[in-house]
């Protein structure tokens, strides 16, 4: 059986590996949507896209953000409930 420290230092080391996780997701969503901007804007401003054509790339970089901001928000509110049940224990 283990100890009380080696579990939660398990605990911490598995919280840290999912944190980084959602930290990874969550810098790719936020690099597809500068590109998705960046080549939206240059695209128009060059007249090779047309209003629609920037209105939906700004959208689906908006969707893209706020899904892989998702699962980090998750994560946090989960670890934060964690962390209060041990400072009640």
């Keep these: 059986m283990l100890s009380?420290?080696?579990r939660i230092?398990?605990?911490?080391?598995?919280?840290?590996?999912q944190?980084?996780?959602a930290r990874l997701v969550?810098?790719?969503s936020v690099a597809l949507y500068?590109?998705?901007?960046i080549i939206g804007v240059l695209g128009f401003f060059f007249g090779?896209?047309?209003?629609?054509?920037?209105?939906?790339?700004i959208i689906l970089g908006?969707?893209?953000?706020?899904?892989?901001?998702?699962?980090?928000m998750r994560?946090?509110?989960?670890?934060e409930r964690k962390i209060d049940k041990f400072l009640k224990e």
């Excluded at 090779?48 to 790339?57: F, H």
């Excluded at 893209?64 to 998702?70: E, P």
């Excluded at 994560?75 to 670890?79: D, Q, S, V």
């Design 4 to 6: 009380k420290d080696t």
């Design 9 to 17: 230092y398990l605990e911490i080391e598995k919280s840290k590996i």
């Design 19 to 21: 944190r980084e996780k």
């Design 26 to 28: 969550l810098e790719k």
């Design 34 to 37: 500068m590109i998705f901007m």
């Design 48 to 57: 090779y896209l047309t209003p629609l054509m920037l209105n939906a790339m």
């Design 62 to 72: 908006i969707i893209i953000l706020i899904t892989g901001s998702i699962p980090y």
């Design 75 to 79: 994560l946090i509110k989960k670890e």
